[in-house]
């Protein structure tokens, strides 16, 4: 999941994106509102984080833009004043959703976490497709109710082709979501995470979670359980 | 030096006005004055001329077919030369018969050019003024009849226009000398006037000048009827500006105050041995403590405190947006809202109020109700009743007056508890309203306001 963080302050900032970055999110940064405008409605980002008191271009209007651009990925405002009129204006901008500096990365993981999957179509933070339970809280994959290994890269191209299930994804959206603009995409890197992900969740070759679409791309291909829609 | 323009004073742009249209007005009075005057001097030259030619058809005689004078006519000036009376007889083909004495020194032409002989109609008389000959005329056409042939004659009596035209200049001077002593003595009244009218508005300045010099902290004295609505609101102004000022020193007092507490907790801290769990517990609790101070104190020093003059805010749509935003933050309760709100809802003071209080309150009927939110709203009894209803686990009597307590003691009060309730009570009670707690119908908290109008 790649994320926009829009903050001016630097100390925050980077508070933001390490904190961020260690949670599994691939997270790009902007300090001024212009730029922000700029990079929403250039890269597909899958959520954004906007502080409303951004230098050059206010965040409100930030927010406006990307709507206005037709760019419905979900965003959360961090606003200092804390007054009821900022949080509803922010909302009625095209906010989902507000937080009150100073805040708790934990409080601000598990808000983002929860717009995350309401935008992939599920309100609870643990989907279950079988033997295979995914818990985009923790952060962990269960296999048969254990707990299994995954480096941060493998969860992440994991946890995306699963809010993405049915879909079948292209390489590139895969390599543009979950890596930095920067990233090499004519490695096979991304086929390396696959293969690992398919030996480690699926050791005996009886269950096929990923599929492969030929020439297009792959498919997380388990239906979740009834429970956790 | 700046020099200001006399348009920026109401005194200048009057008295401009004045010295543009006062000239216009009595230039207008001067001209219907001065022809109303050479009017009723021409009539009466008129009048004069008639009765000298009515005189002089009583003292002629026609003998056969040719007129008769006496010796001696009444009027002495004929016989003077250049008397400036003068008088001539035509018959009907333009033949003089006779003319004064007076009129022998006259140019012939002058004469015949000043006499109109054809184009008069028997019996209506032509009076004429010829202003480039410098004479008034007056002719009468007549027929006489004697012995059964009529004889047509035209009499001409011609006065010189010179002591009227010198009668009418000397009205014209007179006339506009004391126009334009009218003009000098209105614009000196005028001037006094305002100036006299304007003295209350030059002293509200010089008081406000007072107030902002510091001289002075309101404005005192009487003013009169028209001025005085705005000094009382001047003052009310003044004076709500001067508590926001001591609001916004205390608030700092009380902030520096109730900060001092967890900074001296963090401060000795440092010194005690302490594991690296322990004191990061410690200041994650003192740096909650500090927020929730800053931000109530923050939102008491914004609020604003007093009734806006004569500003109303219309409920329903603010209720309306509140229901939108928090339907959004809490979408994934579904949460099933419920309005029942009265028409034309108003309330009156700030729209930022307003939403402060709905904000805090209405948000946790989302937080802490299962899936329905009532709200309702009506104007009895001359006060504003709201109400926000959830189907949460509810409130217990005996916490119900502890979770609305004011924020004084904040810096002492316990952790994780919300600051919203006690923002939301303290600016009710700023309006003078009232807020309870109660049983909800939804088997929930019920958060009932009133703010009086």
């Known amino acids: ?229 | 030096m700046n020099v200001r323009s006399p348009l920026h004073s109401l005194q200048g742009r009057l008295l401009i006005a004045s010295v543009l249209i006062l000239p216009i007005v009595l230039l207008i009075a001067g001209l219907a004055l001065s022809n109303a005057y050479n009017y009723s001097v021409e009539n009466a030259v008129k009048d004069r001329l008639q009765l000298q030619v009515y005189l002089l058809l009583g003292a002629v005689e026609l003998k056969e077919d040719h007129i008769i004078f006496p010796e001696r006519l009444q009027e002495p000036r004929y016989e003077q030369v250049n008397s400036g009376l003068y008088a001539a007889i035509h018959d009907k083909n333009g033949k003089l018969l006779w003319r004064s004495l007076s009129s022998i020194l006259l140019d012939d032409p002058k004469l015949s050019e000043v006499i109109s002989l054809g184009g008069i109609t028997t019996g209506e008389p032509l009076f004429e003024h010829k202003p480039d000959a410098g004479i008034f005329s007056f002719q009468l056409r007549i027929i006489w009849e004697n012995k059964g042939e009529e004889h047509s004659f035209l009499f001409t009596v011609m006065e010189s226009d010179e002591l009227v035209t010198r009668d009418i200049t000397a009205y014209e001077q007179q006339l506009s000398i004391w126009l334009g002593i009218i003009f000098l003595v209105a614009l000196l009244a005028q001037t006094f006037i305002l100036s006299w009218g304007l003295t209350p508005l030059r002293r509200l300045a010089r008081d406000l000048k007072a107030i902002e010099s510091g001289e002075a902290d309101k404005l005192g004295g009487h003013y009169p009827d028209e001025v005085q609505p705005v000094t009382e609101n001047l003052n009310e102004l003044i004076e709500s500006e001067r508590k926001q000022r001591e609001r916004y020193r205390n608030t700092l007092g009380d902030l520096a105050h109730s900060l001092k507490t967890p900074l001296a907790v963090m401060r000795g801290a440092e010194l005690e041995e302490h594991e690296l769990h322990t004191y990061q517990t410690l200041v994650a609790e003192q740096v909650e403590r500090m927020d929730q101070i800053v931000q109530y104190q923050l939102t008491r020093a914004v609020k604003s405190h007093h009734k806006p003059l004569g500003k109303s805010v219309n409920v329903t749509p603010i209720i309306n947006r509140m229901l939108s935003a928090l339907g959004k933050v809490y979408r994934n309760k579904a949460v099933l809202t419920d309005v029942d709100l009265a028409d034309d809802l108003l309330f009156h003071g700030d729209e930022r109020d307003l939403m402060e209080v709905l904000g805090n309150i209405m948000e946790n009927a989302f937080k802490y109700g299962n899936s329905r939110v009532k709200v309702s709203g009506t104007h009895i009894n001359g006060e504003l009743k709201l109400s926000i209803c959830d189907d949460g686990p509810g409130v217990t009597p005996d916490m119900r007056q502890v979770i609305l307590q004011r924020g004084e003691r904040l810096d002492t009060s316990i952790q994780g508890q919300g600051i919203g309730l006690s923002v939301a009570t303290d600016i009710i009670s700023c309006y003078q309203g009232a807020i309870e707690v109660k049983d909800s119908p939804l088997d929930g908290t019920c958060f009932v306001i009133r703010f009086p109008d």
């Open chain 1, 1 to 229: 999941m790649k994320l926009l963080v829009v903050e001016d302050d630097p100390d925050l900032r980077r508070q933001l994106v390490t904190a961020l970055g260690s949670n599994n999110y691939t997270v790009e940064e902007s300090a001024d509102g212009e730029e922000a405008l700029y990079m929403g409605e250039e890269y597909p980002y899958d959520l954004a984080i906007v502080d409303l008191g951004l230098p050059k271009v206010s965040g409100i209007d930030v927010i406006k833009g990307w709507r206005a651009a037709g760019k419905e990925f979900p965003i959360i405002i961090l606003t200092a004043r804390g007054d009821w009129q900022d949080k509803v204006e922010g909302l009625e901008a095209g906010a989902d959703d507000y937080l009150v500096k100073p805040f708790h990365m934990e409080e601000l993981t598990a808000r983002l976490n929860a717009l995350l999957r309401r935008a992939a179509g599920h309100s609870k933070p643990v989907l279950e497709f079988g033997p295979i339970k995914i818990d985009t809280t923790g952060r962990v994959v269960y296999r048969h109710d254990e707990a299994v290994k995954l480096t941060s890269y493998e969860y992440r191209t994991f946890e995306y082709l699963v809010l993405n299930a049915g879909k079948t994804i292209s390489k590139s959206e895969i390599t543009e979501h979950l890596y930095h603009q920067d990233f090499d995409r004519d490695s096979n890197v991304l086929e390396v995470f696959v293969r690992r992900l398919r030996q480690k969740l699926d050791p005996n070759q009886d269950l096929d979670p990923i599929t492969t679409v030929r020439g297009l791309g792959y498919r997380f291909a388990l239906s979740a359980s009834k429970d956790s829609e």
